[in-house]
Nanobody, 123 residues
């Protein structure tokens, strides 16, 4: 069992930066693939990034967002730079026990979810 708590969301101007944190309890996050998803009002939850040793990103955030982890703190981060208004969403941290990397870009591939943190990017 894993509990995930996101933090670091807020309001930022376009072009600015935010760093989201996801702290895991119950197990070390290094035992799982750790992903970030986001969901804007009226839209489906979409994949943003995942880390399991190596990292992978949605095309929409490549070059702007960086996912990383701190094993000692059981925490995964999402550094978001050059933010755009279309990045506005609730951002969710998730953990996957799957061994199959092809599942990591889908919500169904994850077993545990955090409560979400709001990111709002103003223009």
């Amino acid at each position: 069992q894993v509990q995930l708590v996101e933090s670091g969301g807020g309001l930022v101007q376009a072009g600015g930066s935010l760093r989201l944190s996801c702290e895991a309890s119950g197990r070390t996050f290094s035992s799982y693939a750790m992903g970030w998803f986001r969901q804007a009002p009226g839209k489906e939850r979409e994949f943003v990034a995942v880390i399991r040793g190596v990292t992978s990103y949605a095309d929409s955030v490549k070059g702007r967002f960086t996912i990383s982890g701190d094993n000692a703190k059981n925490t995964v981060y999402l550094q978001m730079n050059a933010l755009k208004p279309e990045d506005t969403a609730v951002y969710y941290c998730a953990a996957s026990t799957s061994r199959y990397s092809r599942t990591y870009s889908y919500t169904a591939g994850y077993d545990y979810w955090g409560q979400g943190t709001q990111v709002t990017v103003s223009s």
